[in-house]
Nanobody
Framework: VQLQASGGGLVQAGGSLRLSCAASGSVASTNVMGWYRQTPGKQREFVALITGGGNTNYAAAVKGRFSISRDNAKNTVLLQMNSLKPEDTAVYYC?????????WGQGTQVTVSS
């Protein structure tokens, strides 16, 4: 399974961005797809996930501002980020949990200016 993330960029505080991650290879619609983020000197932290059945879970820091969704036909997971804050600045990574294995995308930079 290979993951390709896109959609990062520079945005002002209060703005929005949408991240996309396309999976290729032997992708199962029953997998769990999600997003993590990481800033320099810190551990990668969980942002959001969505199951094959559409159940979602969010980190407290983004709940109510971020929305995760998936398109099983396109093997894609999206992260809609609204009301962005400077503290959301990070490299965002998509991830798939499938058949006991983890797969990571290459990361996309999100920078929120104050």
């Amino acid at each position: 399974v290979q993951l390709q993330a896109s959609g990062g960029g520079l945005v002002q505080a209060g703005g929005s961005l949408r991240l996309s991650c396309a999976a290729s290879g032997s992708v199962a619609s029953t997998n769990v797809m999600g997003w993590y983020r990481q800033t320099p000197g810190k551990q990668r932290e969980f942002v959001a996930l969505i199951t094959g059945g559409g159940n979602t879970n969010y980190a407290a820091a983004v709940k109510g501002r971020f929305s995760i969704s998936r398109d099983n036909a396109k093997n894609t997971v999206l992260l809609q980020m609204n009301s962005l804050k400077p503290e959301d600045t990070a490299v965002y990574y998509c991830k798939i949990w499938q058949s006991g294995l983890d797969y990571w995308g290459q990361g996309t930079q999100v920078t929120v200016s104050s």
